[in-house]
């Protein structure tokens, strides 16, 4: 599976983004997805996950409420749409994918980073 994320990009305190995730392969749809971030001098933070069929969601209490992460399965694509941005959400964001499995266990493939800076 490779994996190639996109919408990062400078928004202000308060403002929303959608990062998108396209992955590649014919397999994508019997792959739970998720997604990370790590921002300076920090270790890499899981920030959500979906099941593979998009029935079950997965969030960390630092993003719960605000971001939402979906999958279109027929454009092999998956989503995080962040409203209520943070200068503390500043941060590169990665989509992972994991094995082939009805629900999110833990990241197998990587995609590379978005860059997101919340400033005003």
């Known amino acids: 599976v490779q994996l190639q994320a996109s919408g990062g990009g400078l928004v202000q305190p308060g403002g929303s983004l959608r990062l998108s995730c396209a992955a590649s392969g014919r397999t994508f749809s019997s792959n739970p997805m998720g997604w990370f971030r790590q921002a300076p001098g920090k270790e890499r933070e899981f920030l959500a996950a979906?099941?593979?069929?998009?029935?079950?969601?997965y969030y960390a209490d630092s993003v719960k409420g605000r971001f939402t992460i979906s999958r279109d399965n027929a454009k092999n694509t998956v989503y995080l749409q962040m409203n209520s941005l943070k200068p503390e959400d500043t941060a590169v964001y990665y989509c992972a994918a994991d094995r082939e499995r009805n629900f999110w266990s833990r990241p197998e493939y990587w995609g590379q980073g978005t860059l997101v800076t919340v400033s005003s």
């Open positions: 979906i099941s593979r069929s998009g029935d079950m969601t």
